[in-house]
């Protein structure tokens, strides 16, 4: 079967040509950006020279720097060897999907919000897409799926976190952190 996912019509393009590529309807929203050692945060984005990368992956926003000689790329093979990096301090920061990365520092390396996700430096938001070269009556009946079953595909997404806090100050945190910061928020708007 000739299917992929993720997929989206801005990747790749180049090595697309003119192949007519089929796109289902958005499944999952995203953002890519850098994550950061937390002193870091907030500082411009001259102070990030060095930036890991997983191989295969493409900083957008960063382009005209890396060009100019103000950002150099360091690659890994995988989202462990990157973090590594940016852990050790070999890269300024690391660029990859927020709620991906954030998940695996908190749950697999277990080492919560020793990297965070820095919404002031250049980020990327999009949606993943299913695509296909040759089954265009199997993306359309995909994308009714994702119509007929919304509630099915939105517990999906609620259960996995896959698009959680996206569109808040909170992008890129687990829950409890979230909790715990809007805990702190009230009893300072209360007084305490």
């Given at each position: 079967m000739d299917l992929k996912y993720p997929d989206s019509a801005s990747w790749g393009q180049a090595s697309k040509g003119d192949a007519r590529v089929y796109y289902s309807q958005a499944v999952v929203d995203y953002v890519d950006g850098v994550l950061v050692a937390p002193q870091r945060q907030g500082q411009p984005v001259e102070h990030l020279r060095r930036l890991a990368m997983v191989n295969g992956w493409t900083?957008?926003?960063?382009?005209?720097?890396?060009?100019?000689?103000?950002?150099?790329?360091?690659?890994?093979?995988?989202?462990?060897?990157?973090?590594?990096?940016?852990?050790?301090?070999?890269?300024?920061?690391?660029y990859f999907n927020v709620v991906v990365a954030a998940h695996y520092l908190d749950n697999i390396r277990a080492r919560p919000g020793a990297l965070v996700f820095d919404s002031t430096l250049p980020h990327t938001r999009g949606s993943f897409h299913l695509s296909s070269l040759k089954q265009p009556e199997l993306i359309r009946r995909f994308d009714r799926f994702?119509?007929?079953?919304?509630?099915?595909?939105?517990?999906?997404?609620?259960?996995?976190?896959?698009?959680?806090?996206?569109?808040?100050?909170?992008?890129?945190?687990?829950?409890?952190?979230?909790?715990?910061?809007?805990?702190?928020?009230?009893?300072?708007?209360a007084g305490h």
């Open positions: 900083p957008w926003g960063y382009q005209a720097r890396i060009e100019a000689g103000q950002v150099a790329l360091t690659y890994s093979a995988d989202l462990r060897q990157m973090i590594r990096q940016a852990l050790k301090k070999e890269a300024d920061g690391a994702l119509v007929e079953r919304q509630a099915d595909v939105a517990a999906l997404k609620a259960t996995y976190r896959v698009e959680a806090n996206l569109d808040s100050e909170y992008v890129g945190l687990e829950q409890w952190k979230v909790d715990f910061l809007k805990r702190q928020k009230a009893r300072a708007a």
